[in-house]
């Protein structure tokens, strides 16, 4: 059976789970859910089998992942609905938020899998090399395995979430808080002397949110959290307030910066 995974990744992990389970599954496209909100009107879908891979963000997902749910029309009749959302170890009540947003689009999510990545949110980075992360990474890569095959046999699974304490507070008052104010959070973005001007943020933003006046990154309030342009920047010199200063910078090994761009 034909499966379509839509996917929107800031550092690669969500697109590397993407890509894995598209390989895993055979007979998958893979569509970037950037693309599907500049070029689609309503979600038509053309699978029986649809899945979202989605990383967790303030304990709920970015602005897009709303947007696109928004936009899947309620006419379609789909088999098997799953989702992925990758995250690092705090999932909280996001697949929940999901399963009801689809819902409310007539679709049954019929699983909800968290997978842990390596963490993105430079703020609480811990000094890691790439070395150091690969029994994560094999961890992962078993766990994709067991939900490939759960895939396949269409198996309807318990939504996986955290805690009552995180769904309570993390993911219903701090991410519904939250979320009203999300594209402007990146007021708190800014460069340190270290920017050289190359414009790379502007590049790799997968919403446009950037562009370059008189040589220094201006970000346009439509943020969606993602940290691609904190972690890629080549001389660290974004930063998120000046807490990130310092920090390491991660982007998953797996992905070529090729595979972000406009994606
Ligand atoms: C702004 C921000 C907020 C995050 N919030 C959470 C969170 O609430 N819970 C969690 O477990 N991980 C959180 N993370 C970590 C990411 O979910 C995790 O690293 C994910 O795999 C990143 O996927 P991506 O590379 O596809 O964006 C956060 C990361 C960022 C940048």
Partial sequence: MKTTIYYFSGTGNSLKVAQDLTKKLGNTELIPITKVIKEYGEILFSSDRIGIVYPVYIWGMSPIVSKFIKKISKTNKVKYCFAVATNHTQVAGSLLILANRLHSRGLKLSAGFSVIMPNSYTLSQKQHSIDNLKPLFAASEKRLNEISLLIENEDECKIERGSLKQRIINTGFIYHSVSLIFPWLDMRFSTDNNCISCGLCEEICPVQNIVLKNGSPVW??????????????????IQYKNKTTGKWRYKNPSIKLDDLINK
């Fill in 220 to 237: 346009l309030h439509k943020c969606e959290q993602c940290f691609r342009c904190i972690n890629l920047c080549p001389k660290q010199s």
